[in-house]
C-alpha cells in the first residue's frame, strides 16, 4: 500500500483572471468596501490645496482644508457631471470646467450659475463626501457610507510597523507603471519570494533566501529577507532586512533600511492593473535615492515581463487552475483565501 500524500492547495482558477464578472464582483464586494490607499498627504500641504484622482474608475479629489484636515469628494458636478479644476484665488474654490458651478473647498455649493437661488436648495446639492483617514502621512478613503472602523487592520498593521518610524521618511517621488495582467496576478507574484532566485538575479545577490520569512496576520501578511550589507542598495543599518506588507486589497509598503516604499495595485480591466509607487525615504543623499529607484524599476520590470507572460497563458485553454506550495506560497493562500471569502 502506497503512503497517502497530503495534496497541495489549488490556486484560484484561471478565469478569475480572464473573467470579468468576477472582476465586477471584486469592485464591488471588495475595492468598493475597503479602505484605499490615494498617497501621501505631503503632495497637498497648503489649504485649498487638491489632489485629483481616479481609483477603480471612481473620480475623486482630495482637499486640503482651512483647518488643515483633509475631505474627499467625488470630483463630480452636481449640475449634469462636470469635472473641477482648482482655482486658487483670495478665497479657494472648486469651479467646474463644464458651465462654472462653484463650490467652496468644504464641499458647498457656492454660485450655482444659470440658475436663481430661489430656484434650488444649495445644501441639497454640496458634493458628494468620502470617507477620509489620515494615517502616518497618508491619504486612505473607504467609499461606504459606514465604512468598517480603521482601526480594524490598521491598528494591527501599526503595531508591526512601529519599529520602524515611518514618520520620520520624507515622500520624494511618484511613479506609475501599466501592467497587462489581472490585478491579482501582480499580487500573487508579490507574496512568494519563490521566484526570485529565478526571475531576480541581482536581488538574489543582494537578499540571503534561505532568510526568507512569511508572517500571516488577519487581512495583511508581512515577508522579510536579510540583505547582503556589502552588496545592498541600501542605507546600512543594524537591522539589514527589508520588509514586504501586503494589505488588503492592493496596498504594499516596501521597507528595506533608510527607505520606505508604497505601491497601490489598481485593476483598470479584468486583464489590466496600474501600480503606483510613492518613495520616501529617511536621510540619504540624492546619489542613494537614484540607486534605490533604479534597482527598484529593475526588479519591477523582472516582475512586469512574468506577470504579462502569466496572463497571456491564464487566458489559454491549456490551464485551467495551479497548485500552491504550503512551505513557500503560504501568502499567496492567504491572499487567495481572502479573496474568496471575500466575495462569496
Ligand atoms: S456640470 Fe458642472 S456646472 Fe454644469
Ligand atoms: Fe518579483
Same mark, same amino acid.
Given at each position: ?31 468598493? @468596501? ?82 436663481? #437661488? ?54 520624494? @517621488? ?9 490585478? @491579482? ?115 519591477? #520590470? ?9 496572463? @497571456? ?32
Amino acid at each position: 500500500m502506497g503512503v497517502s500524500k497530503n495534496k497541495p492547495t489549488n490556486s484560484l482558477s484561471a478565469d478569475w483572471y480572464t473573467d470579468d464578472k468576477f472582476l465586477k464582483k471584486e469592485i464591488n464586494q471588495i475595492f468598493l @468596501k475597503s479602505w484605499l490607499l490615494i498617497g501621501p498627504e505631503a503632495q497637498i500641504s497648503n489649504p485649498g490645496d487638491c489632489l485629483f484622482q481616479s481609483i477603480v474608475d471612481q473620480p475623486i479629489v482630495c482637499v486640503r482644508q482651512e483647518d488643515n484636515s483633509i475631505k474627499t469628494f467625488f470630483n463630480i458636478c452636481r449640475h449634469r457631471a462636470g469635472s473641477f479644476e482648482n482655482k486658487k484665488s483670495k478665497n479657494n474654490y472648486l469651479v467646474c470646467k463644464y458651465h462654472g458651478w462653484t463650490y467652496s473647498i468644504n464641499g458647498q455649493l457656492k454660485s450655482p450659475r444659470g440658475f436663481n #437661488k430661489s430656484e434650488i436648495t444649495s445644501e441639497d446639492l454640496c458634493l458628494k463626501y468620502i470617507n477620509t483617514k489620515i494615517w502616518k502621512g497618508l491619504i486612505f478613503i473607504n467609499f461606504c457610507d459606514k465604512p468598517t472602523s480603521f482601526g480594524t487592520t490598521f491598528n494591527d498593521v501599526g503595531r508591526v510597523l512601529a519599529p520602524y518610524k515611518l514618520e520620520n521618511f520624507v515622500f520624494e @517621488k511618484k511613479v506609475s507603471y501599466r501592467i497587462k495582467s489581472n490585478w @491579482k496576478v501582480y499580487l500573487d507574484n508579490f507574496l512568494e519570494g519563490l521566484h526570485i532566485p529565478i526571475v531576480h538575479p541581482r536581488l538574489n545577490d543582494v537578499m540571503d533566501y534561505r532568510s526568507y520569512n512569511t508572517k500571516l496576520y488577519k487581512n495583511f501578511s508581512v515577508q522579510s529577507g536579510k540583505l547582503d550589507e556589502s552588496k545592498s542598495p541600501y542605507a546600512q543599518s543594524s537591522n539589514n532586512v527589508a520588509y514586504y506588507f501586503t494589505i488588503y486589497p492592493n496596498i504594499l509598503f516596501n521597507i528595506a533600511p533608510g527607505r520606505f516604499q508604497t505601491n497601490i495595485i489598481e485593476p483598470l480591466d479584468v486583464k489590466e492593473c496600474v501600480v503606483h509607487f510613492d518613495y520616501f525615504f529617511d536621510s540619504v543623499c540624492e546619489k542613494e535615492i537614484l540607486r534605490d529607484i533604479n534597482f527598484s524599476d529593475e526588479i519591477q #520590470k523582472e516582475d512586469i515581463l512574468i506577470c504579462e507572460g502569466v496572463q @497571456k497563458n491564464l487566458s489559454s485553454i491549456g490551464f485551467e487552475k495551479g497548485i500552491i506550495s504550503d512551505k513557500y506560497e503560504i501568502g499567496v493562500k492567504h491572499f487567495q483565501d481572502y479573496i474568496r471569502k471575500s466575495t462569496s
